[in-house]
């Protein structure tokens, strides 16, 4: 792998190459995403595209809207927390229709393993046999998409002591159970920033003990990739998309 | 002279030695008869805001379809009114973080007493609005005074009570 990264700055150019080369995400179907990187010292780098666009919006939106509720929530302007909070809401809604319906690497089916898998990969010292999330860092998505599940559902019922700022789904709850929504919103955000931490510590080893720049897939889409059987990643259209996304705004739009 | 003196001054000695033990029997045996012990307080006191919590919440849930019932209002209302009127009992000495019970009352509530007087008197004022609006108000009137009566409770729980969310 480090071979691949050592010549990371004319790869800048080649993933905007690759992305040149495959204009149509909407049509839906197999896109072997193998070009070969013709770098002026004639090093055969292959490009693969890994993420699609969807996947990365939805986890960069993720990381802005972390930082707007913890933000909003410090500054007591509650009004903004709670749009934030459809917000994510919206996000999560899209992310697990992508996870069933979307392209192959944003699939649960597709990166989600058992613990014999998990145990495999971590034994082997190779760099990843699959595109996409590794069996470990599988979990670790699973973690994340579910607590924050979990804490834009506390945060719809949570009471506030002061009847000031309730959630716009406390009134099905009663003054104490919405309170107790209230206390595991705030325990459920301590979990939160430790599974953040994991999450940046893992992406830092990564970086700087396998030589794996992880962030850069994330954000271009592309990865270099020199194991042999050039990944196949199907990626889904933008009708597949904008249905998903039509399927989270009827959602948040029903609970406002 | 000096003899019926000295001897006086023993007297009066033993005397005020023995007002003094009376008067700290009598106040001891008064606080002991006034003093429930700490847990029960807070945990009445806890019940009793809980309750509160739930009548303003109920306002609110009312309000928000913007079609209350009078009669649920009228009997939140009430329960607020009554807060209003017993709060002044719910905060004696020795029922705060030092009483060794779990409770989010802060210290402060005794050491700035006039302070949270102050914060009391500004909740008690609030509450006591609700004698009358329980019985005739209108929703803009409900909503407007369920606001004040939030923000008075605010206003106290701000500086005095451990926020634990």
């Not at chain 1, 979307?102 to 034994?123: D, E, M, N, Q, W």
């Not at chain 1, 994991?198 to 700087?208: P, T």
């Not at chain 2, 307080?41 to 009793?48: A, F, L, P, T, W």
């Not at chain 2, 109920?58 to 009554?82: N, Q, V």
Request: proline share 5%.
């Amino acid at each position: 792998m480090s071979a691949v990264w050592e010549t990371r700055p004319k790869g800048v150019q080649d993933d905007e190459a690759v992305n040149g080369v495959q204009p149509g995400e909407a049509t839906s179907g197999i896109r072997r995403s193998e070009t070969t990187n013709v770098a002026p010292n004639n090093e055969a780098i292959p490009v693969v595209r890994i993420w699609d666009g969807a996947t990365r919006v939805v986890h960069w939106s993720l990381v802005v809207l972390i930082g707007l509720s913890w933000w909003t929530e410090r500054h007591h302007r509650m009004d903004l927390h709670q749009y934030s909070g459809y917000a994510l809401l919206g996000v999560l809604v899209f992310r697990l229709y992508w996870g069933f319906f979307g392209s192959t690497t944003a699939r649960f089916a597709h990166f989600v393993k058992g613990p014999r898998a998990i145990g495999r990969y971590l034994r082997s010292r190779a760099g990843p046999v699959s595109p996409g999330h590794n069996p470990l860092g599988a979990l670790s998505v699973l973690a994340l998409l579910g607590l924050l599940l979990a804490q834009v559902v506390l945060g719809l019922f949570s009471v506030d002591v002061d009847g000031l700022e309730s959630g716009p789904l406390s009134h099905w709850v009663s003054f104490e159970a919405g309170r107790a929504c209230a206390r595991l919103h705030r325990t459920g955000f301590d979990v939160l920033q430790v599974l953040v931490v994991c999450h940046v510590v893992a992406i830092v080893f990564y970086w700087v003990f396998k030589r794996d720049n992880l962030v850069r897939p994330m954000i271009t889409g592309s990865k270099g990739w020199n194991h042999s059987p050039p990944p196949q990643v199907q990626f889904a259209s933008r009708w597949h998309a904008l249905l998903g996304i039509a399927l989270a705004a009827l959602l948040v739009w029903s609970i406002t | 002279m000096t003899r019926s003196l000295i001897t006086a001054s023993r007297y009066l000695r033993a005397l005020l030695a023995a007002a003094l033990t009376v008067a700290a029997v009598t106040c001891a045996g008064v606080t002991l008869a006034k003093t429930q012990p700490p847990a029960e307080i807070v945990k009445e006191r806890q019940q009793e805001l809980k309750k509160l919590g739930a009548a303003l919440k109920l306002i609110r849930d009312e309000l928000r379809g913007g079609a209350p019932e009078p009669t649920k209002i009228r009997a939140a209302a009430s329960d607020i009114t009554r807060a209003a009127s017993a709060i002044d009992s719910w905060f004696p000495t020795g029922t705060g973080p030092d009483a060794g019970v779990k409770t989010d009352a802060k210290a402060e509530i005794w050491t700035d007493a006039a302070g949270f007087a102050a914060a009391r008197e500004t909740f008690v004022r609030e509450a006591n609005r609700w004698a009358q609006l329980g019985s005739n108000g209108d929703v803009t009137s409900w909503s407007e005074a369920a606001t004040s009566l939030g923000q008075s409770c605010k206003g106290c729980h701000d500086k005095f009570r451990v926020k634990r969310e």
